[in-house]
């Protein structure tokens, strides 16, 4: 069992940066991909970038703007969100799964959201 608890969510202008935490507990943590998705008002959730071991997956949407990042001795990942647009606004889902993935069917445990909120 994985339980996942984010933070690190609030409302930032255009242009600016935030950084998403999400802490797990359990001892298998460093084995799990670890994920982040994001769910819009009336849209559907949306993959955002994943993490396990030395790789990543980025949506197109934030590559070049969104970093994740793990630290294995925190059992932490992280999701540095630099040049923020609107259409980043939504809540952030912190997700654990034995394989890489940007399919959330393939995520087993879910952390109860952030939420985002970029305005100009």
């Known amino acids: 069992q994985v339980q996942l608890v984010e933070s690190g969510g609030g409302s930032v202008q255009t242009g600016g940066s935030l950084r998403l935490s999400c802490a797990a507990s359990?001892?298998?943590?460093?084995?799990?991909?670890m994920g982040w998705f994001r769910q819009a008002p009336g849209k559907e959730r949306e993959f955002v970038a994943a993490?396990?071991?030395?790789?990543?997956l980025y949506a197109d949407s934030v590559k070049g703007r969104f970093t994740i990042s793990r630290d294995n001795a925190k059992n932490t990942v992280y999701l540095q969100m630099n040049s923020l647009k609107a259409d980043d606004t939504a809540v952030y889902y912190c997700?654990?799964?034995?394989?890489?993935?940007?399919?959330?069917?393939?995520?087993?445990?879910w952390g109860q959201g952030t939420q985002v909120t970029v305005s100009s």
């Open positions: 997700a654990a799964a034995p394989l890489l993935s940007a399919r959330g069917e393939g995520y087993m445990y």
């Open positions: 359990g001892r298998t943590f460093t084995t799990y991909a």
């Open positions: 993490i396990r071991y030395g790789s990543t």
